[in-house]
């Protein structure tokens, strides 16, 4: 055979092993092979991901605003209790995240997007079921806020997967769209339930109306109290893209043999994914219980106990109870625990997607509460915190901006660490977050001490914004730093492990700042968190910018 002919022969062979569902031949760091073959497979992975992990996101995020309606709508628990099922839902997303760092080596990006996209179906139906009965015990409430961590968890399998089809020189990019028009789930979710709630989206299968007691609000303005409200449209609307994008999943994703060699077929991919998910289940619910107070726990330990012991029983779980090739996956990927870079990496995405999320799901009902009430001294000049204030701005009308900025910023730092160095760029953000949260806390302190809290309204929301858009940008540049340091095979689930660990921001800030606003102390909340920023300023220096660092970046 002559050389042409084999070369001939060889470009259908070279096809077939870069196309179909499992796709056998990767080199994205090949020019050649990328431009042929590779680029146009990996980003329609990418367009097709992003929506599957907005809708995740807006899944795990929707109790921050589920509850300021609850709030409005006379629900019968104390803000202490909404509180917590903001955080529920944050714990359980961060929990989730561990396993998921895993799933793609072990079952495959897209039988693992596929699935996880799936499995939102689950908790968008029963919360929509469970808003309609606000006579139904608390734990019925929190269950559903624990189950919609799925959602949370789908972000560590998502960044894991597409990292895997890029060349390195463009990972910040597209980690960067990902994760950043991902992260609009948020902001997706806050402005489509305040709109669907206000409309009889399914008629009589959706169940009837209740009445607002409190005024609430979407983008457009204020919704006067006596409005009829559809609060279970909140879980049931997401129905309409999760159907369709999970059928797009299926038919139009691959799985790269490369980086999953040992799949072992669809459904055995399926299983290995609800076998550990479900594992996740077991730690974050038993520290829930001896987390939560009585009556739906048991409040023998702080916040700060119960975290570690879930994060450290979901690893032993993880590895206790994995078989066969999982078992070998797993610990083949657990080496990640023994590189420094891997922890200091996790703290300074605590930083950025911590704070993004953090805020996001404890913002709403903290412009409630601080904004929406007239703080007033009683005739013993002890600070009251019950008047309702007439002038109150709405949460579900200002709330979505933040991390709308923080999303739309976030493929900004991507791009702009690809260019200068991804370290370089978390420094000047920390540094940005040191300032902002200290700012906010002072404007804090102003506001739950006046009678005319609105007055701070404005500046309070200026700074969060930066706050948001510093932690975006951040988010783009720890990434690419990762992408750096690391290589093809740890970097996913060096990805999946800082992103797990960083979502616990949202179990932190809504705890932290609910304790505080209980305190009536709100602005200790921001002045914590403006103290760890500064820390992890200097952590950030120390490893990768001062002269002698062992990785310099740049």
Same mark, same amino acid.
């Given at each position: 055979?002559?050389?042409?002919?084999?070369?001939?022969?060889?470009?259908?062979?070279?096809?077939?092993?870069?196309?179909?569902?499992?796709?056998? %031949?990767?080199?994205?760091? %090949?020019?050649?092979? @990328?431009?042929?073959?590779?680029?146009?497979?990996?980003?329609?992975?990418?367009?097709?991901?992003?929506?599957?992990?907005?809708?995740?996101?807006?899944?795990?995020?929707?109790?921050?605003?589920?509850?300021?309606?609850?709030?409005?709508?006379?629900?019968?628990? !104390?803000?202490?209790?909404?509180?917590?099922?903001?955080?529920?839902?944050?714990?359980?997303?961060?929990?989730?995240?561990?396993?998921?760092?895993?799933?793609?080596?072990?079952?495959?990006?897209?039988? !693992?997007?596929?699935?996880?996209?799936?499995?939102?179906?689950?908790?968008?139906?029963?919360?929509?079921?469970?808003?309609?009965h606000p006579e139904w015990p608390l734990w019925s409430f929190q269950l559903m806020a624990?189950?919609?961590?799925?959602?949370?968890?789908?972000?560590?399998?998502?960044?894991?997967?597409?990292?895997?089809f890029f060349p390195k020189r463009l990972q910040g990019t597209a980690l960067g769209l990902?994760?950043?028009?991902?992260?609009?789930?948020?902001?997706?979710?806050?402005?489509?339930?305040?709109?669907?709630?206000?409309?009889?989206?399914?008629?009589?299968?959706?169940?009837?109306?209740?009445?607002?007691?409190?005024?609430?609000?979407?983008?457009?303005?204020?919704?006067?109290?006596?409005?009829?409200?559809?609060?279970?449209?909140?879980?049931?609307? @997401?129905?309409?893209?999760?159907?369709?994008?999970?059928?797009?999943?299926?038919?139009?994703?691959?799985?790269?043999?490369?980086?999953?060699?040992?799949?072992?077929?669809?459904?055995?991919?399926?299983?290995?994914?609800?076998?550990?998910? !479900?594992?996740?289940?077991?730690?974050?619910?038993?520290?829930?219980?001896?987390?939560?107070?009585?009556?739906?726990?048991?409040?023998?330990?702080?916040?700060?106990?119960?975290?570690?012991?879930?994060?450290?029983?979901?690893?032993?779980?993880?590895?206790?109870?994995?078989?066969? !090739?999982?078992?070998?996956?797993?610990?083949?990927?657990?080496?990640?625990?023994?590189?420094?870079?891997?922890?200091?990496?996790?703290?300074?995405?605590?930083?950025?997607?911590?704070?993004?999320?953090?805020?996001?799901?404890?913002?709403?009902?903290?412009?409630?509460?601080?904004?929406?009430?007239?703080?007033?001294? %009683?005739?013993?000049?002890?600070?009251?915190?019950?008047?309702?204030?007439?002038?109150?701005?709405?949460?579900?009308?200002?709330?979505?901006?933040?991390?709308?900025?923080?999303?739309?910023?976030?493929?900004?730092?991507?791009?702009?660490?690809?260019?200068?160095?991804?370290?370089?760029?978390?420094?000047?953000?920390?540094?940005?977050?040191?300032?902002?949260?200290?700012?906010?806390?002072?404007?804090?302190?102003?506001?739950?001490?006046?009678?005319?809290?609105?007055?701070?309204?404005?500046?309070?929301?200026?700074?969060?914004?930066?706050?948001?858009?510093?932690?975006?940008?951040?988010?783009?540049?720890?990434?690419?730093?990762?992408?750096?340091?690391? %290589?093809?095979?740890?970097?996913?689930?060096?990805?999946?492990?800082?992103?797990?660990?960083?979502?616990?921001?949202?179990?932190?800030?809504?705890?932290?700042?609910?304790?505080?606003?209980?305190?009536?102390?709100?602005?200790?909340?921001?002045?914590?968190?403006?103290?760890?920023?500064?820390?992890?300023?200097?952590?950030?220096?120390?490893?990768?910018?001062?002269?002698?660092?062992?990785?310099?970046?740049?």
């Amino acid at each position: 055979m002559s050389t042409k002919s084999a070369a001939s022969a060889a470009i259908p062979a070279l096809q077939s092993r870069s196309s179909g569902v499992d796709i056998t %031949d990767w080199r994205p760091e %090949d020019e050649q092979f @990328w431009e042929s073959t590779g680029k146009r497979i990996a980003y329609r992975n990418l367009w097709i991901s992003v929506p599957s992990l907005l809708c995740g996101f807006a899944v795990w995020g929707m109790w921050g605003i589920i509850t300021v309606q609850m709030l409005n709508l006379g629900f019968p628990f !104390t803000q202490a209790e909404l509180f917590t099922l903001t955080a529920i839902a944050g714990l359980a997303g961060a929990t989730m995240r561990i396993p998921a760092s895993f799933l793609i080596r072990l079952a495959g990006g897209r039988n !693992t997007i596929f699935l996880t996209t799936s499995m939102l179906l689950a908790p968008a139906i029963g919360t929509g079921i469970v808003l309609q009965h606000p006579e139904w015990p608390l734990w019925s409430f929190q269950l559903m806020a624990l189950w919609c961590g799925v959602g949370g968890g789908n972000f560590a399998s998502s960044m894991s997967n597409i990292s895997t089809f890029f060349p390195k020189r463009l990972q910040g990019t597209a980690l960067g769209l990902n994760a950043g028009l991902g992260n609009f789930g948020v902001t997706t979710m806050q402005i489509v339930i305040p709109l669907v709630m206000t409309l009889s989206l399914f008629g009589g299968f959706a169940g009837e109306s209740t009445t607002l007691v409190k005024d609430s609000g979407w983008i457009l303005g204020k919704i006067v109290a006596g409005t009829p409200t559809w609060i279970q449209n909140a879980g049931f609307a @997401w129905l309409l893209s999760l159907i369709p994008l999970s059928a797009l999943c299926f038919f139009g994703m691959n799985n790269l043999k490369t980086v999953s060699p040992a799949i072992g077929g669809t459904i055995p991919a399926f299983l290995k994914i609800i076998w550990l998910y !479900t594992l996740s289940f077991v730690p974050a619910g038993i520290g829930l219980y001896l987390y939560l107070p009585k009556p739906t726990g048991l409040g023998l330990l702080n916040m700060w106990i119960a975290m570690p012991l879930i994060v450290a029983s979901t690893l032993l779980v993880l590895k206790l109870t994995a078989f066969g !090739t999982m078992k070998e996956n797993i610990t083949k990927q657990f080496a990640i625990f023994s590189n420094k870079h891997t922890w200091s990496l996790t703290l300074l995405y605590i930083v950025t997607f911590g704070s993004f999320i953090g805020f996001s799901m404890a913002l709403p009902l903290a412009i409630t509460v601080i904004f929406g009430i007239s703080h007033v001294p %009683d005739a013993s000049g002890v600070m009251q915190h019950a008047l309702k204030n007439p002038n109150a701005p709405s949460a579900l009308t200002f709330a979505w901006i933040g991390p709308f900025v923080g999303a739309l910023i976030r493929p900004v730092g991507g791009w702009v660490s690809d260019k200068v160095g991804g370290s370089i760029v978390t420094q000047i953000i920390s540094a940005v977050m040191v300032a902002a949260s200290a700012g906010v806390g002072y404007v804090m302190l102003l506001a739950y001490k006046s009678a005319t809290p609105e007055e701070y309204f404005l500046l309070f929301m200026v700074l969060f914004i930066v706050l948001f858009a510093a932690s975006g940008i951040g988010n783009g540049s720890t990434f690419r730093t990762i992408g750096v340091i690391f %290589d093809r095979q740890q970097a996913g689930p060096v990805l999946g492990w800082t992103s797990a660990i960083a979502a616990y921001g949202a179990f932190i800030a809504p705890v932290v700042i609910g304790a505080q606003i209980k305190a009536g102390t709100p602005e200790n909340a921001m002045y914590g968190f403006a103290i760890f920023y500064a820390l992890c300023l200097v952590l950030n220096w120390w490893f990768y910018l001062r002269r002698g660092a062992e990785i310099k970046n740049p």
